[in-house]
């Protein structure tokens, strides 16, 4: 069954596509009466049956109503340094079906990857539309949002809003099982680029609340650390159950 995000609410039993969902139905070649759910900004998961895909009107009639529960019950941030190439589309991609509910682009001290502000508009904008094709491919009750690029220092000072804050460090730390050993409302997560991070920032990190934490003995790759640390979370917090 596929999938979409509403711009709005969904106030009446007929629901209008328009723009992005209009194409994309129109690429499923999807016909008059199969089955499609439309997700609010609110979380109602709306089941609906296909009315009219003819011409420049697209309708689907709206048979039940009901909350989305596909959601985590923990709100994860994950502070990604930029990684090198186009590593991010992945970590963006896979992160979203994984259930990250915020991704904040990070230029720390050994990143690479240092794109101009036209640049990273461009990148902040596609990123932004693979977390949507993610969102809808994983049925997720949410589009993920991608913010704005920061520095490491305006990314732990952002973090204090979150419940508990990890620090996914090469040199060792904690478990994450010993960490999140109470369960948190929100969790904010470190990864860094292919260099790692430096001394200071991990410093600057722990002296602000963030907690350092391990991924085992062997070093991951960029694009691989985010992933198993958001699968980690999920499963310590009993959201792969």
Not at 70 to 93: C, H, S, W
Not at 201 to 218: I, K, N, P, Y
Request: glycine fraction near 8%; include cysteine; proline fraction near 4%.
């Amino acid at each position: 069954m596929a999938w979409f995000f509403s711009g709005g609410g969904v106030p009446s039993d007929v629901y209008q596509f328009d723009g992005e969902n209009a194409k994309h139905i129109r690429v499923l070649r999807l016909r008059q009466g199969e089955e499609v759910t439309i997700v609010t900004p609110s979380g109602e998961q709306c089941e609906a049956v296909m009315e009219n895909v003819s011409g420049d009107c697209v309708t689907a009639r709206i048979i039940s109503r009901k909350r989305c529960e596909n959601e985590p019950d923990v709100f994860v941030t994950l502070y990604q340094a930029l990684p090198k190439g186009d590593k991010m589309d992945y970590i963006v991609r896979k992160c979203v079906e994984l259930g990250v509910s915020r991704i904040v682009p990070v230029l720390s001290a050994r990143c690479v990857s240092r794109p101009d502000e036209k640049s990273m508009r461009k990148k902040r904008e596609r990123w932004q539309k693979i977390a949507l094709q993610a969102a809808m491919q994983s049925r997720r009750g949410i589009i993920p949002q991608v913010g704005e690029c920061v520095s490491f220092a305006q990314a732990v000072e952002q973090s204090a809003e979150n419940g508990r804050n990890i620090f996914f460090y090469e040199l060792g730390g904690e478990s994450v099982k010993e960490i999140l050993s109470e369960k948190p409302e929100s969790v904010g997560m470190f990864i860094g680029s292919e260099g790692g991070f430096e001394e200071s920032e991990a410093e600057l990190a722990v002296q602000s609340g963030a907690v350092a934490a391990t991924l085992g003995r062997r070093i991951l790759r960029a694009e691989t650390a985010p992933l198993a640390a958001l699968s980690i979370i999920m499963y310590q917090t009993d959201n792969f159950s």
